[in-house]
């Protein structure tokens, strides 16, 4: 007999969006693109590994400039943030004043570093950086679009790479890491625990 749905569960009208009535875990990364004579940087958080190979995608829309640099350069950098870079993160979503150049409103103030291999900026201190050229932009997820990149160059802080004989808990809570619980909080992932994959599991 299937069983139904208990009464403490709450439908959720989808003639909207669904995803502010919850709190989920997503990572917070900041893009970075060249844009004009100068840089922009946009932390998102809807993005991902595109499965086990070297691909990596975020949602972006048209109506925001990173879209816009990406698909005349084919490129972009992302920075992983740590916990304590957090109002960086923030600073790059700041409102745009329309008669400032980018570069001088945001990227001036926040402590940037080049990318090796293509015309991009970092967020100095972060933990993981990625270097990628565009592999393709799928619009028409109603107003926005899914960019996705191979990732050319990858560099990560020493003190989070993983080592076999190092005990991955006391890494984790030396060095822990930032989420973002969508929408509007965050947090710093300092305790963890061994995941109880079944016997004989394979990626």
């Known amino acids: 007999m299937e069983k139904q749905l208990h ?23 900041i893009v970075g693109t060249k844009e004009g004579n100068g840089y922009d940087m946009a932390p998102k958080h809807m993005a991902t590994p595109l499965g086990p190979s070297n691909y990596f995608g975020f949602q972006c829309t048209p109506k925001h400039s990173t879209y816009h640099n990406i698909k005349e350069k084919k490129e972009f950098a992302v920075s992983f943030p740590i916990p304590d870079q957090v109002l960086l993160a923030s600073l790059g979503a700041s409102p745009r004043n329309p008669d400032l150049e980018k570069s001088v409103q945001i990227v001036e103030a926040l ?3 080049k990318a090796t291999t293509i015309d991009a900026l970092f967020v ?51 060095y822990p890491l930032l989420a973002y619980l969508a929408p509007g909080r965050f947090s710093s992932i300092a305790q963890t625990y061994n995941f109880p994959f079944p016997k004989g599991f394979k990626k």
């Open 124 to 174: 100095e201190n972060s933990y993981l950086y990625l270097e990628c050229e565009l592999f393709k932009i799928i619009d028409g997820f109603d107003d926005y679009s899914f960019i996705t990149g191979k990732i050319k160059t990858a560099f990560v802080h020493k003190d989070y790479l993983r080592v076999s004989e190092m005990d991955e808990q006391g890494q984790i809570n030396e």
């Open 111 to 113: 402590p940037t570093v």
């Open 7 to 29: 009464d403490n569960y709450v439908r959720i009208s989808t003639n909207s969006s669904i995803w502010d009535y919850f709190f989920t875990v997503a990572p917070l990364i």
